[in-house]
């Protein structure tokens, strides 16, 4: 067995990063391309590597000559790769291809051990690494039959969204018999390049041979082997997260701050999305009309606070939407004067937007994260503060006041002559008899220094769209913040999304009243690893503390690196003084499940 390495492209959409290097050369984690994927053929007892340069091949060449690569190493230098493409770089090891069996390989590709050996140890002669697709994915995609033979290599006229269930994407990697490279491949690469020139690709002549009546290559499934395919910046930046290890691979997807479509294979226990809602039938509404929501501009704050109030029964003079919960918060906290009132831990969006000194902490948080109204007032009483920042339920504890305690604090502000800011972005999660929501026209008019504000992303499962609503008896402050943004802060869809939800309310009662069984059930699960003290919540996550010798970061990293489970380690944030906490999303009943068993394997 030889391996083949097709490193001849110029990598242009890399940019600067290939000026001066050739495109197998640009380093993933501080490694080239190439040097990794040597070194994983090295340890392969394979009789030679032939690797094909063209672009800045000089360097190529040194570079791997220094290596101390103990396989014969064969270089070919392809002097056309301006004016030509792979089909002609692999034309220039037909000597090579005719001699034994071949792993074929593109330079641009990163993958771990595990990919060479699956295809090395299956028994069939003519494989092809595959994947299913995801829509950012560049290269050859092909269909199967179905006894998993290639009978097709799709090119891009004829590539349909719709049939992306029934496609796989190439990984790259193929294992060719001498005998089907003698017999087939070599002469039909030989004679396809003559009739149609350089400058196709070698799948093209894959393409015609999948089309034969006796199926000549099979398709090999790629599932939790990790490899990636860099065509590019984001590539590169996607595959160094992929392949870093330890703590590193940790602090770089949370730096990420969302974008996780990307890891398909990844439990994502850190962002808090709702998991039963919007429906199937509400997202169908919402794909009939993309078409003409992406081709249309959306309607200004005057409409969209008409059509959030519609919903909410509030007035439009009393509501503002905002490009999330984040875009108000900004918006509110760095036009607000005076100090604030904070309880930590919080949801560290408010913090960030105030000077330290600007902040009074409440001190009276117990062990257990617990804390009331009275205990509030009490602290604030006699200190001059402009507001209070309650978040109803706690985040990150799941700590939840009902809402006659609130008003009375609210009354209390109305007379300290300060604002009770209430975030309520969790409090549809809580499990009570009547609701416990502010967002009423008559509470609001009754309790002029009180400040809602709502995420839609958590409890209605949107987060993509980025929605998020501030209310307020304050109409001059409610004006100041829909001035402060910008005037199309939200797109066609979140106008839409408010357009039709109001359709959809017994769904979602649906969907929270499912929720609640589920957080139920896992909840039980979880206070069944014994080292682990789960805290009481009424929200859609789980305030943890790690009871055994792990710490939370080490748990973190041994989740996400061994399990692919993304969760948020607190041990950082203010308020846990570096304490072993972690917050567990609720999520589906199999998820949780996932959770719990990864759970248990790491604590025992």
Not at 36 to 57: E, K, N, P
Not at 84 to 91: C, D, G, Q
Not at 262 to 285: A, H, I, K, S, T
Not at 535 to 564: F, K
Request: net charge negative.
């Amino acid at each position: 067995m030889q391996a083949i390495i097709l490193a001849a492209g110029m990598g242009r959409r890399l940019r600067e990063l290939t000026k001066d290097v050739a495109k197998c050369m640009v380093k993933v984690n501080g490694v080239p391309l190439i040097e990794r994927m040597l070194r994983q053929l090295d340890a392969l007892s394979l009789s030679r590597i032939v690797i094909v340069t063209g672009y800045q091949g000089e360097k190529l060449e040194q570079f791997v000559q220094s290596l101390s690569i103990r396989t014969e190493l064969v270089l070919i230098r392809n002097t056309e790769y301006a004016r030509t493409n792979n089909i002609y770089s692999l034309s220039l090891t037909q000597e090579y291809l005719l001699q034994e069996d071949t792993l074929l390989l593109e330079s641009d590709s990163i993958f771990e051990e595990a990919v060479l050996k699956k295809i090395l140890s299956h028994p069939y002669p003519c494989l092809a690494l595959v994947a299913r697709p995801e829509s950012w994915m560049d290269g050859a995609v092909v269909s199967l039959d179905e006894d998993g033979n290639i009978s097709n290599f799709i090119n891009t006229r004829n590539f349909r969204y719709e049939n992306m269930g029934d496609y796989y994407k190439t990984a790259n990697i193929y294992k060719f018999s001498q005998r089907f490279l003698e017999q087939e491949y070599v002469p039909f690469l030989e004679a396809y390049a003559g009739a149609w020139g350089h400058t196709r690709y070698y799948e093209s002549a894959l393409k015609v041979i999948a089309f034969q009546e006796r199926p000549v290559i099979k398709a090999l499934e790629l599932t939790d082997e990790r490899w990636y395919e860099i065509n590019d910046i984001q590539d590169l930046d996607i595959a160094e997260s992929i392949f870093a290890t330890g703590e590193e691979k940790l602090n770089r997807y949370m730096r990420r701050f969302g974008g996780y479509w990307r890891y398909p294979r990844m439990l994502d226990f850190c962002y808090l999305v709702n998991p039963f809602f919007p429906n199937e039938r509400f997202m169908d509404e919402m794909k009939a009309n993309f078409d003409t929501l992406v081709r249309q501009y959306p309607s200004g704050m005057g409409v969209n606070s008409l059509l959030a109030g519609k919903y909410f029964g509030l007035r439009a003079e009393n509501i503002c939407v905002g490009n999330g919960t984040a875009e108000l918060i900004k918006s509110l906290m760095e036009n607000l004067e005076g100090r604030i009132g904070m309880i930590y831990p919080t949801f560290e969006e408010y913090p960030h937007r105030k000077k330290e000194e600007d902040i009074l902490p409440f001190p009276g948080m117990g062990e257990d994260f617990a804390y009331n109204v009275d205990s509030l007032m009490r602290f604030y009483e006699e200190k001059e503060i402009a507001a209070v920042i309650l978040i109803n339920p706690d985040n990150p504890s799941g700590h939840f006041i009902p809402r006659e305690d609130i008003l009375r604090m609210a009354d209390w502000a109305q007379k300290k002559g300060c604002r009770l800011i209430v975030d309520e972005s969790f409090v549809d999660f809580a499990e009570t008899e009547v609701s416990n929501s502010l967002l009423e026209q008559e509470l609001i008019d009754s309790h002029p220094s009180l400040i809602v504000l709502k995420s839609i992303s958590k409890s209605f499962g949107v987060p993509g769209l980025r929605l998020g609503v501030l209310a307020t008896a304050d109409r001059e402050l409610v004006a100041f913040m829909k001035k402060d943004v910008a005037i199309w802060n939200i797109n066609s869809f979140a106008e839409y999304y408010m357009q039709i939800i109001e359709k959809y309310k017994a769904d979602y009662e649906d969907a929270m009243v499912r929720f609640m069984d589920v957080r139920r059930r896992y909840m039980r699960k979880l206070k069944k690893i014994s080292q682990l003290k789960v805290y009481p919540s009424q929200a859609n996550y789980v305030l943890c503390r790690i009871e055994s010798g792990c710490t939370a970061t080490r748990l973190a990293d041994i989740l996400l690196n061994r399990h692919n489970i993304l969760i948020k380690d607190l041990s950082t944030k203010t308020g846990f003084e570096g304490g072993n906490y972690i917050r567990l999303a609720v999520k589906t009943d199999e998820e949780n499940d996932a959770m719990v068993a990864a759970l248990q394997e790491v604590l025992g």
